[in-house]
């Protein structure tokens, strides 16, 4: 018996030693492969006419090596290429919003689908453009915040309002949070805010949901998964919760996501209008796009951003230049006249409920200036501090995160 156990014990430590030695094997495999990898690149580097017999002879030695940093070379260009912004020409930018203007007079059921690069002439950066929020995290750089309670519809937004107001276009569907579509004058039946809205905040304790529309950003102390801005509802005192729909959550809320006049939209449209949009996030909602129809009896779509996009190849029509150009172009060609953006006409002071006495000083962001230039009851005493801090907060959810761990750290 004793002996059996002694045997059972050194089959033990044998199994024990044969993994580390085959552990140890797989790392030192994988160090080799590195090595080859950097000594291969490094040779791949220098021009053909430079390199020595010797490094030659690597080259053809480790041909599957070679084929595998070419392979990535050739993706990184092409993922290079998809980044670039390209401009059509004055001529081909003219041509091609021609044949916009023909879709939009034909169509009988258009629907505009717009993104984050309709607000950079606002002021308020795109996410994955040259100098976009998301560009510039990825390198490492801090991104600075942008002064809300000046930004004010586009260009772009008072032509949308003006081609809805004339009945050529049926439905907005955005992902921008900004709230600048319902400021344009927009109505709120015409608009589907699929991210929500940073203006409005809600009470979900209520039946049906209560919304409360602010002159102030209220997802300062937001972010993903955490939705709580800290005041309250003044019927049933549930915590408010702001209606920013984060990379990683499903939206849920009707208002002001709208998802229903968003699908039925799309299932009746026959034109779609993509305007300053990457679409690799709306690509995933499939309910926009009719992909479960034959090719032929889906909406024509007619894409307008200086970057790739995935739809371009699906695209009838893909016109490469600004927005406001591309929108200021079209609008001549239909002969209508785009509305100058007036603050006293802006629905968004209409709307708003103002804050309770002991909530004044629950926000530090900058209030929207009502028309007549006096303070707003919304606003707290250090509200009016001109200086740039990093992002943080609501929509810019990446930026708040940073900005909380970094807070803790020093505590």
Request: net charge positive.
């Amino acid at each position: 018996m004793w002996y059996g156990m002694a045997e059972e014990a050194g089959v033990g430590v044998s199994s024990r030693a044969e993994r580390k030695a085959l552990e140890k094997a797989k790392i030192l495999q994988r160090e080799n492969e590195r090595e080859v990898f950097r000594l291969v690149g490094r040779v791949l580097k220098k021009p053909e006419a430079e390199r020595s017999e010797e490094e030659a002879a690597v080259l053809l030695l480790h041909r599957d090596t070679v084929e595998e940093l070419c392979k990535r070379q050739v993706r990184r260009n092409v993922l290079k290429r998809k980044q670039e912004e390209l401009f059509d020409d004055a001529e081909e930018l003219k041509s091609k919003v021609r044949q916009l203007a023909a879709a939009v007079k034909q169509a009988n059921h258009l629907v505009v689908y717009t993104g984050a690069g309709i607000s950079t002439a606002a002021s308020i950066p795109d996410y994955r453009g040259p100098n976009g929020v998301w560009t510039q995290l990825q390198k490492g750089r801090t991104v600075s915040s942008s002064d809300l309670s000046k930004a004010e519809p586009t260009l772009t937004h008072m032509s949308i309002r003006m081609l809805h107001k004339e009945m050529l276009v049926k439905h907005v569907v955005s992902q921008n949070c900004d709230g600048l579509h319902l400021r344009s004058g927009l109505p709120r039946n015409a608009l589907s805010e699929l991210h929500g809205n940073m203006f409005i905040e809600v009470c979900v304790s209520c039946s049906p949901v209560r919304e409360y529309v602010r002159l102030f950003d209220v997802t300062e102390r937001t972010s993903l998964h955490r939705h709580g801005t800290s005041r309250r509802c003044s019927h049933c005192c549930g915590e408010l919760r702001d209606t920013i729909v984060h990379f990683g959550e499903r939206g849920t809320l009707e208002q002001p996501l709208n998802w229903k006049g968003a699908a039925e939209a799309a299932k009746k449209a026959d034109v779609i209008l993509c305007l300053g949009s990457s679409l690799k996030v709306l690509k995933k909602y499939a309910c926009l796009w009719c992909m479960n129809r034959p090719a032929s009896k889906r909406p024509k779509l007619y894409i307008v951003n200086l970057q790739w996009t995935p739809k371009d190849d699906l695209a009838t029509l893909k016109i490469n230049g600004k927005c406001d150009d591309v929108m200021r172009l079209l609008m001549e060609e239909l002969n209508f006249q785009i509305p100058v953006y007036d603050r006293a006409e802006d629905p968004i002071f209409s709307l708003a409920t103002p804050l309770q006495p002991d909530e004044v000083d629950s926000h530090s962001r900058e209030v929207i200036a009502p028309p007549d230039g006096q303070q707003d009851c919304s606003a707290s005493p250090g509200e009016q501090a001109e200086e740039t801090t990093a992002v943080q907060g609501g929509w810019f959810g990446r930026g708040y995160s940073k900005g909380r761990k970094k807070k803790k750290k020093a505590a």
